[in-house]
């Protein structure tokens, strides 16, 4: 069974960095591609980043380029989205996600939330001062 266990969040003052961890388990985590997304209150799930499963390829939406990094350790099976340069705009629940069948993040639309099946549990990031 297909699992993603997030952690890290919390709160941080604006320009500030976070980074958070999403877990997996019931699959190598070398056979499909992670993305993270994020919701904030009374908006709808954005897409902010993917990396792929076979040569670790990157994107980023463009809310979030440059200051946010998307990595891989595949031994740990856990995927790392670090956030720097937060600003208060970024405060959101972020999800972890999979789409299960596909191990290339140009396999699905990286950003459309409806094209992941296995998501993690969410976790709050908080940007205030």
């Known amino acids: 069974q297909l699992q993603l266990v997030q952690s890290g969040g919390g709160s941080v003052q604006p320009g500030g960095s976070l980074r958070l961890a999403c877990a997996v388990s019931g699959f190598a985590l070398d056979h499909y591609a992670i993305g993270w997304f994020r919701q904030a209150p009374g908006k709808e799930r954005e897409g902010v980043s993917c990396?792929?499963?076979?040569?670790?390829?990157?994107v980023y939406a463009e809310s979030i380029k440059g200051r946010f990094t998307v990595s891989r350790d595949n031994a740990k099976k856990t995927v790392y989205l670090q956030m720097n340069s937060l600003k208060p705009e970024d405060t959101a629940v972020y999800h972890c996600?999979?789409?299960?069948?596909?191990?290339?993040?140009?396999?699905?639309?990286?950003?459309?939330?409806?094209?992941?099946?296995?998501w993690g549990q969410g976790t709050q990031v908080t940007v205030s001062s």
């Open positions: 996600a999979t789409p299960g069948a596909y191990y290339h993040c140009s396999h699905v639309d990286p950003y459309d939330p409806d094209e992941y099946d296995y």
């Open positions: 990396i792929s499963s076979n040569d670790g390829s990157t």
